[in-house]
């Protein structure tokens, strides 16, 4: 089922829940009931969709994989401290600004400077920034707009957003008002580095990405590496869930699960060992403190607790 047929050949939008979950699957993103009912409510009622969760959990990636599924434009917009809303929209190309002045003032006594004017405001020297793009019409359909990490931008930022994302629309000031024909499938992810304020939250549907249980992270490894053997996929996912019990500053994430078995993968490992821990836990954890307080015993010891929770070696290793 769809909500409505393609336009221009591309795929419609799907119209069922199992239906979001087969488009991402396909993608190789193995999403719960949960998440696969909210991404449907989003395409369904064109709300933009906030998820918020630790980071390598997997939130960019769903905005990656919808896009790629359904053949849409990703347009990003990395947030960061001190993003103002001219970064976000557009910006006058001031340089070729002045080039098309100078070049005016050469060629003729007597320009015309209300033409000049204009030029120097119309389309040839503007640049469009990822909000300005999200709002214009593309043959493929609306874009799926990423505003990614968005706890990382300041308050006033938030105040400028939460317009944009009520109306659709942007004005520039000498060019005038550009609302999106058809509004673009908004994806907001947040780190929760810092809280985000109720009124935009409110403008989303919201959906906290925790990691993921064990057979879930079994079925992404396997999607994401599927040449690592299985019983080393079932140690790697028991040892990664294992490391999210311990007190450590940054928990590893499904990225991290995903990077680690193609670490394991290029050295051709066919079985966790201590040492072949230590030497590839930068794949793991990102921070020295925690890599140090792994080395040696405490790696032995987590990967027994890994081990043991996996049952007896002789484990059906297809499990």
């Known amino acids: 089922m769809a909500t409505h047929g393609g ?23 193995v999403a719960d009931r949960g998440l696969a009912t909210v991404v449907f409510l989003a395409l369904k009622l064109g709300r933009p969709l906030f998820l918020e969760g630790e980071a390598g959990v997997g939130k960019t990636e769903i905005a990656k994989t919808l896009a790629s599924a359904l053949q849409r434009r990703l347009i990003r917009l990395q947030c960061y401290e001190g993003l103002d809303a001219a970064s976000a929209v557009y910006e006058w190309n001031f340089a070729a600004q002045m080039i098309a002045i100078r070049t005016a003032e050469a060629s003729a006594a007597g320009t015309d400077r209300a033409a000049l ?8 020297f503007l640049i469009r920034r990822p909000l300005l793009e999200a709002m214009e019409p593309d043959p493929s359909g609306a874009p799926v707009l990423l ?24 004005t520039i000031p000498e060019l005038g008002t550009v609302k999106a024909p058809e509004p673009p499938i908004v994806i907001v992810t947040s780190n929760r580095t810092r809280e985000v304020h109720d009124a935009l939250k409110r403008r989303c549907l919201y959906h906290w990405v925790d990691y993921p249980d064990f057979d879930r992270e079994m079925e992404i490894l396997t999607a994401r590496a599927p040449d690592l053997p299985a019983r080393l996929s079932q ?7 294992a490391l999210r019990t311990e007190d450590l500053f940054k928990h590893p994430g499904i990225a991290e699960t995903i990077d680690w078995a193609n670490c ?7 079985d966790l060992s201590p040492e072949v ?10 921070y020295q403190d925690d890599i140090t307080r792994l080395q040696g015993s405490e790696a032995k010891r987590i990967l027994d607790q890994a081990r043991s929770s996996l049952g007896s070696g002789d484990a059906d290793p297809a499990g």
């Open 7 to 29: 336009e221009a050949g591309r795929p419609a939008l799907p119209g069922s829940i199992d239906a979001v979950s087969d488009l991402l699957a396909d993608g190789g993103y």
């Open 117 to 124: 004017q204009a030029e120097l405001f119309g389309d040839d």
């Open 147 to 170: 505003i990614d990490e968005l706890d990382r931008t300041d308050e006033p930022f938030e105040a400028f957003l939460l317009e944009a994302l009520s109306d659709f629309q942007v």
């Open 235 to 241: 140690e790697v996912v028991a040892f990664v869930q």
């Open 264 to 270: 394991l993968l290029a050295l051709d490992v066919i």
């Open 277 to 286: 821990i230590a030497d590839t836990l930068g794949a793991v954890l990102k």
